[in-house]
């Protein structure tokens, strides 16, 4: 992996735990937590979203997307943890 490639996915992360804070309302972890939100998302669409069918895209666009969709059913996941607890 190239510093690029790192670099494509930090930013990646940032955007998308960035947006799945906006979507899911009280979920806020500053610079690095939403980088992580994100990375772990995007692991998460990875898994799930091929399996149900849903294939978003390729390209720069299409992996904020997935990676957002992954944040916000991570985030989802945390809430109902905390709940729980």
Known sequence: MGITSILVLIIVGAIAGWLAGLIVKGFGFGLLGNIVVGIVGAFIATLILPRIGLV??????????????????????????????
């Open 56 to 85: 978003i895209g390729g390209g720069l666009i299409g992996n904020i997307i997935n990676a957002t969709i992954g944040a916000v059913i991570l985030l989802f996941i945390i809430r109902l943890v905390r709940k729980g607890t």
